[in-house]
Nanobody, 115 residues
Framework: QVQLVESGGGLVQAGGSLRLSCAASVRPFSTYTMAWFRQAPGKERERVATINYSGGSTTYADAVKGRFTISRDNAKKTVYLQMNSLKPEDTAVYYC????????WGQGTQVTVSS
């Protein structure tokens, strides 16, 4: 049973920054492509960013490109999401998971951006 624990969310003003972390209890973590997702109230969950097993390749949703950066530390089995220039429309619960064939979802971390 893989456990995903997201943290780092909070309330921030528009233009601010947050860094999210996701710790995964999976071995070997370094073999999995990982991704961050978000779900805003009344909307479907959407993919935000993806990072390959080594961290050498990343992709982003158009809505966050140039503002968010995904990274990982395989030794710590952790994936990060640095979020800069935050906008009110970034408000959502943020989750991490593998790229496909999802594990059970964690509790997520709430990000609220005030205008």
């Amino acid at each position: 049973q893989v456990q995903l624990v997201e943290s780092g969310g909070g309330l921030v003003q528009a233009g601010g920054s947050l860094r999210l972390s996701c710790a995964a209890s999976v071995r070997p973590f370094s073999t999995y492509t990982m991704a961050w997702f978000r779900q805003a109230p009344g909307k479907e969950r959407e993919r935000v960013a993806t990072i390959n097993y080594s961290g050498g390749s990343t992709t982003y949703a158009d809505a966050v490109k140039g503002r968010f950066t995904i990274s990982r530390d395989n030794a710590k089995k952790t994936v990060y999401l640095q979020m800069n220039s935050l906008k009110p429309e970034d408000t959502a619960v943020y989750y991490c998971n593998r790229d496909r064939d999802y594990w059970d979802w964690g509790q997520g971390t709430q990000v609220t951006v005030s205008s």
